[in-house]
């Protein structure tokens, strides 16, 4: 079954530590992204992905950090430097060559800092 | 000013009713719209992508005006199942960055 996974889907922090988000795709999708959501709030852009080994920053970019070593994967840290990190975290693929062709999300990981 | 303006909403409308939403967006450079379904605690969904000559599928029509910035989203005949909410999404070209989403229109369908 082809899709975008992303695990864990709950994840707990304690203060000052760091945690990794995965996200894996095999749709064969060449754009990564990752967005944060905060309740009531839009997705904000984190990081993205157009290539491996290459990736840009977005809106949000403090405190996190990603790495695109494969096509299928592009994980996000999230560092002891994000000062606010509990959020509902999203991360989307999309082929990127065509004006109209959509995103894919994963089913997100709510992170809490406890 | 944000580059994708929705009206969070909520719009209260009872079964039947048909309800519309707009969205702006300030960048004259995209060239790519769509709307997403986002129901709670859940990841977007593509509801449909938004033509320049505007497109509709079943319930839904999409509208886009490019001179004035803003796309809009009509459902008809609305039930139930369509509680969510709606979030307006802009692309600025393939090679650019990113999606771009609004923060989403609140729409509650009452029995």
């Known amino acids: 079954d082809g899709g975008i996974t992303q695990s864990p889907k709950y994840l707990f922090r304690k203060e000052g530590q760091n945690v990794t988000l995965s996200c894996e795709q095999n749709?064969?999708?060449?754009?990564m992204y990752w967005y944060r959501q905060d309740p009531g709030q839009g997705l904000r852009l984190i990081y993205y992905s157009q290539i491996v080994n290459d990736f840009q920053k977005g809106d949000i970019a403090e405190g996190y950090s990603v790495s695109r070593e494969k096509k299928e994967s592009f994980p996000l840290t999230v560092t002891s430097a994000q000062k606010n990190p509990t959020a509902f975290y999203l991360c989307?693929?999309?082929?990127?060559?065509?004006?109209?062709?959509?995103?894919?999300f994963g089913q997100g990981t709510r992170l809490t800092v406890v | 000013r944000k580059e994708v303006e929705q009206d969070p909403g909520p719009f209260n409308v009872p079964e039947g009713a048909t309800v519309a939403f707009n969205c702006t967006y300030s960048n004259s450079a995209s060239q790519s719209f769509f709307w997403y379904r986002q129901d709670c605690r859940k990841e977007p969904k593509l509801l449909m992508s938004?033509?320049?000559s505007g497109n509709e599928d079943g319930r839904f029509t999409a509208q886009l005006n490019r001179a004035s910035q803003y796309i809009s989203l009509l459902i008809r005949d609305s039930k139930l199942s369509d509680s969510a909410t709606y979030l307006c999404v802009v692309k600025r070209g393939p090679g650019r960055r990113a999606l771009t989403f609004g923060s989403g229109t609140r729409l509650q369908v009452q029995p």
């Open positions: 989307a693929s999309s082929m990127d060559r065509g004006l109209n062709t959509e995103a894919f």
């Open positions: 938004v033509y320049s």
């Open positions: 749709l064969n999708h060449d754009a």
